[in-house]
């Protein structure tokens, strides 16, 4: 081998190791450039997703601070109509997705941005029937014996029979009929038995009259005490209602 051929044979590796070098080195830059990119299209994901977030409370709180004194029914129908489209997280390349923590952050406002008008949701559906049954027993509670039979001395058992205790067991009935709320049993057999109360006093009133002995009776404290507990009920509802509307129009 002559000098030249061992010159060459002593350069070539070292020329190959170094060329060798500079393409790993450019695969290197390319990966981590593409690296880069796909956490920045990871953060521009998140970022767009946490923007619309932001667009999408703010109509929900135009709808329903407008819709607040509406009756639990119909707000409730406004706040689903205003909470169905809700905005979505896109996609993104795995590398960028487990890298950025504008995607993480998006990722968990993902999961809970929805809770607060899911619980209102529930609340006006809770309050709706609550509604409905306050209505029922404010109503059967609003009946007066003295409708039925005057307020003077009775010396006939005819209006009793015939007039206040069957409209005080219609009452009765027609209440039995309405939903009880969930964990208002109680308060139900409250309003029921202060009609019950009447029924039975104004029958044993009767059947006085009919024998001729004299028996009175007064109602007032029984149905007190039941509108004292619907009324207390009633304020119960108004709270939840209120608070959850607070937790979507004035979130702290």
Request: negative net charge.
């Amino acid at each position: 081998m002559n000098g030249r051929g061992r010159r060459l044979a002593i350069f070539l590796p070292v020329f190959v190791t170094l060329a060798l070098a500079a393409v790993v080195g450019v695969l290197v830059v390319i990966q981590n450039q593409q690296q880069s990119d796909q956490v920045a299209e990871a953060d521009d994901v998140a970022t767009s997703f946490l923007s619309d977030v932001e667009t999408f409370r703010a109509e929900v709180v135009r709808e329903v601070s407008g819709s607040r004194t509406a009756d639990p029914g119909d707000l409730r129908r406004v706040l689903r109509a205003a909470i169905a489209d809700p905005p979505e997280l896109g996609d993104a390349p795995a590398y960028g997705v487990e890298r950025s923590s504008a995607y993480r952050e998006a990722e968990q406002t993902q999961e809970t941005f929805l809770e607060p008008y899911q619980r209102l949701s529930r609340a006006l559906r809770r309050a709706d029937g609550a509604l409905d049954f306050i209505a029922a027993a404010r109503k059967v509670l609003d009946l007066r014996a003295t409708d039925y039979v005057g307020s003077g001395l009775l010396s006939s058992s005819t209006a009793l029979r015939g007039e206040l205790i069957p409209a005080f067991v219609r009452a009765r009935d027609e209440f039995a009929e309405v939903p009880v709320p969930k964990g208002r049993d109680e308060l139900a057999a409250t309003v029921r038995g202060a009609l019950q109360y009447v029924i039975d006093q104004a029958t044993m009133l009767a059947s006085s009259i009919e024998s001729n002995r004299s028996f009175s009776f007064t109602y007032g404290e029984q149905f007190q005490t039941a509108i004292d507990a619907v009324d207390d009920y009633a304020t119960v509802v108004k709270g939840d209602v209120t608070e959850a509307i607070s937790a979507v129009t004035d979130p702290r």
